[in-house]
């Protein structure tokens, strides 16, 4: 069974950084390779929207809201996407949720709550 397990979060003070990841469990590391990984967040009464994306070879993308504070990574030889927040702002407040894109798996969710 493909499980995409998350761990990180939790309160933070506006202008702080931290990181998340994901961790593919049950999924060869050849099917985790080659799929593109996103990180997507969903605030109290908002759609989930999409934060960042990160191609089997490297190449990313960010949501405007993310770009020049927010880092996405992949590591395939450990099955696991992360996402280096910085400088954290009270807007960035969600659930984050990683997700294997070509399967369309996803994570289990991940509080994040930034205070001013």
């Known amino acids: 069974q493909v499980r995409l397990v998350q761990s990180g979060g939790g309160f933070m003070q506006a202008g702080e950084s931290l990181s998340i990841f994901c961790v593919g469990t049950?999924?060869?590391?050849?099917?985790?390779?080659?799929?593109?990984m996103d990180w997507y967040r969903q605030a109290p009464g908002k759609q989930r929207e999409l934060v960042a994306t990160?191609?089997?070879?490297?190449?990313?993308n960010y949501a405007d809201s993310a770009k020049g504070r927010f880092t996405i990574s992949r590591d395939n030889a450990k099955n696991t996407v992360y996402l280096q927040m910085n400088n954290l702002k009270p807007e960035d407040t969600a659930v984050y949720y990683c997700h294997l894109a070509t399967y369309d798996y996803w994570g289990q969710g991940t509080q994040v709550t930034v205070s001013s």
């Open positions: 049950g999924v060869s590391g050849a099917t985790f390779g080659i799929s593109p």
């Open positions: 990160i191609t089997s070879d490297g190449n990313t």
